[in-house]
């Protein structure tokens, strides 16, 4: 089973942005980029418009976890990247679950 590893540089986001491609819903956006080692790296992006930081780190904090709890289920050797959007906010750990495995379908089709 492979560690969770976090993208951290900008260029890396840029990256997955420009070249990779995504599935979107009313509360999230999934970005899916092949890389060049064989783990998996996920990257969390949440805009100020979202809320305070109170409700930006909780998302971030469930969207973590869920990955975290659930690497077998993403392929290994790709980028990850999440965007939530404002809808997101009053969402709880299961419904953010749900939505994440919605948009990571769309994806895999």
Request: net charge positive; charged share 30%; glycine share 6%.
């Amino acid at each position: 089973m492979s560690k969770f590893v976090s993208l951290k540089k900008n260029a890396d986001f840029k990256s997955v942005y420009s070249k990779g491609i995504s599935a979107a819903n009313r509360y999230l956006v999934l970005y899916k980029l092949p890389s060049k080692g064989l783990g998996k790296r996920f990257g969390f992006s949440i805009s100020k418009k979202v809320g305070k930081a109170v409700c930006r780190n909780r998302l971030r904090r469930i969207l973590k976890e869920i990955c975290r709890l659930n690497l077998d289920r993403f392929a290994n050797g790709y980028d990850y990247v999440f965007i939530v959007r404002q809808a997101a906010a009053d969402q709880d750990y299961h419904q953010m679950e749900k939505q994440v495995w919605h948009v990571l379908g769309k994806l895999n089709k």
